[in-house]
């Protein structure tokens, strides 16, 4: 014998208790709730005023011009609707507009639809949730159309909530006397084309409203957030949708207070038309930059596109401060070319470019661009990889890893960096001669940290290698407590600089240029143009000799006086 119980769905008494969490009766949610009844009603124009009632005080009056009511109990039933079968299979109304009032005392003056005389109905604050009767009364005047008078909050910008709310509506509205500005939702799309009673606009990075992201659907003027597709090109730019819609029965909004989609089969059809149309698009233009993984979509979708466009950008060595590197023009890609393979480390790029810079063959030489690889074309480009240095002395020929440093005495004979040449599965080895290398540790941003290493024969210049030093080592910090860019920036070509003129000169010219430096940053600016300075330092003791500063030459009493 089964134990087996059966039971049957409800809904709570209290349901009702609890609807001022679905609308908080801000203005901007009233006004949203009203314009859509009136519409559905049949009106084609809204009235909107702010007077002040003998009763409630300052308030907001909504009258619009449609054909009344039938049933004023269907106005005021949670989750019920009372419209035509039409207006409920194009939309799925859920019978909240009224109850966007909770929370404000309000009053609604109504003509009958179907007669003359309307009724008059009294909303207090606490009547929608079920706490207070709501009051009606027949009217016998000729009345039209529906008037919602309801309480203003103080600090309320009716003015700017109306315009909101009435911007993208399907219906005139008039606020204190003056016609509202209506747009176009789609408005600046570069293409716009109609699916299923949705209206699907496209944007491109230069159109004008490309950067709104959160509101892009309209449902009859109430905006709000949809997950719908993007799709960028790796160099021609990016494709973003808006949505209007129209009369669609199968996008449907969360009930009760309809703020978001419904994630069902009809969503993930609309985001599979949109990228369609995206990819429509970019077959039309001709020519793109897809990633190859955007590019399978496509054919997917059933859209078939020619291989992305062979260009690349040529090599550029990255810095260790990101935000000096530069950027080259698209180039197409020769037949010879090969692409660099970075270790991701600014040093070894700095180093692989001074190399590259003296062979003919720097023009051939182009950035990785990972989205492409899968494309035929891009995956037969040699990829080169460096792998290390070779210094070649009077003792011999040693090879060194990235981030191992050697102890460097002499100036060597010769320097050159190494590593493999990959055509697909085939590897093969290279070297490239140079005159400079910077060899850097596992912390590739501290001088302390790197050896400097130059031929015999290179002329390389110390402001040069002050260059060079600073691209491929200098990475300031950005943190809170640290000290500002330029001081950072100072700290470091100082500490450069002494790096440099002691491996050219010496450590004597090391301190004689710090002695120096110290002069002309602290001292040069306060002597007179025609002093001859003397400094003598003995001991603890420092004698200064014709030292006439601009502020004593300033003090001086002119001879004529």
């Known amino acids: 014998m089964s134990d087996a119980q059966t039971m049957m769905a409800s809904v709570s008494d209290d349901a009702l208790t609890k609807v001022t969490r679905l609308f908080n009766a801000s203005i901007g949610d009233i006004l949203a709730e009203l314009l859509q009844n009136a519409r559905r009603s049949g009106a084609t124009e809204v009235a909107i005023d702010c007077v002040e009632d003998p009763d409630l005080g300052p308030v907001i009056c909504f009258r619009d011009d449609g054909p009344g009511l039938t049933d004023t109990n269907a106005l005021f039933t949670l989750g019920g609707s009372a419209w035509n079968e039409q207006t409920q299979a194009n939309e799925d109304p859920a019978g909240m507009g009224f109850f966007a009032l909770a929370g404000r005392n309000a009053r609604v003056i109504a003509g009958r639809r179907d007669g003359p005389g309307g009724w008059e109905l009294e909303i207090s604050r606490d009547a929608l949730s079920g706490d207070t009767p709501i009051t009606c009364r027949p009217l016998t005047d000729d009345l039209t159309g529906v008037a919602v008078i309801f309480e203003q909050r103080p600090g309320e910008n009716v003015s700017a909530a109306v315009a909101d709310a009435a911007r993208y509506a399907p219906i005139d509205v008039i606020c204190d006397g003056a016609a509202v500005e209506r747009a176009d939702f789609l408005e600046g799309a570069s293409h716009i084309e109609t699916w299923k009673g949705i209206r699907i606009g496209v944007y491109r990075r230069d159109d004008i409203r490309f950067k709104r992201k959160h509101m892009n659907a309209n449902f009859h003027g109430v905006t709000l957030g949809v997950p719908l597709p993007e799709l960028s090109e790796v160099h021609h730019g990016s494709y973003r949708a808006l949505i209007d819609v129209q009369t669609c029965t199968a996008l449907q909004l969360v009930q009760l207070a309809r703020k978001e989609v419904v994630h069902n089969d009809f969503l993930t059809e609309l985001q599979q038309e949109i990228r369609r149309i995206y990819f429509r698009l970019i077959k039309e233009a001709g020519r793109h930059s897809l990633r190859f993984a955007d590019h399978q979509s496509a054919a997917e979708l059933g859209i078939d596109l020619p291989p992305a466009e062979m260009r690349l950008r040529p090599f550029t060595p990255m810095h260790a401060d990101s935000d000096c590197n530069t950027y080259t023009e698209l180039t197409v890609v020769p037949a010879s070319a090969m692409i660099f393979c970075g270790e991701d480390e600014a040093v070894h790029e700095q180093n692989f470019a001074r190399a590259l810079a003296q062979t003919e063959q720097e023009a051939l030489v182009f950035e990785p661009q990972p989205a492409f690889a899968g494309y035929a074309w891009y995956d037969a480009v040699p990829v080169l990889e460096m792998t290390g240095y070779v210094i070649q002395t009077s003792k011999g020929r040693q090879a060194y890893a990235l981030d191992e440093l050697p102890g460097i005495i002499e100036r060597p004979d010769n320097l050159s960096v190494f590593g493999s040449l990959r055509t697909g599965s085939d590897m093969s080895p290279?070297?490239?001669?140079?005159?400079?290398?910077?060899?850097?540790?596992?912390?590739?941003?501290?001088?302390d940290e790197s050896v400097l290493c130059l031929t015999a024969a290179s002329t390389i210049t110390h402001d040069e290698l002050l260059t060079f030093f600073t691209e491929a080592l200098f990475c300031p910090c950005y943190d809170g407590d640290a000290e500002s860019y330029d001081t950072q920036l100072r700290w470091f070509t100082d500490e450069a600089e002494d790096e440099?003129?002691?491996?050219?000169?010496?450590?004597?010219?090391?301190?004689?240029?710090?002695?120096?430096?110290?002069?002309?940053?602290?001292?040069?600016?306060?002597?007179?143009?025609?002093?001859?300075?003397?400094?003598?330092?003995?001991?603890?003791?420092?004698?200064?000799?014709?030292?006439d500063t601009a502020f004593e030459r300033s003090t001086e009493v002119p001879a004529s006086a």
């Open 500 to 547: 440099v003129i002691g491996y050219l000169s010496g450590i004597d010219d090391v301190c004689l240029n710090q002695v120096k430096r110290v002069i002309a940053r602290e001292l040069w600016w306060i002597r007179r143009e025609d002093a001859d300075i003397s400094i003598r330092i003995k001991g603890r003791e420092v004698q200064i000799d014709g030292l």
């Open 430 to 447: 290279w070297e490239i001669g140079t005159d400079f290398v910077l060899f850097a540790g596992p912390d590739a941003t501290m001088i």
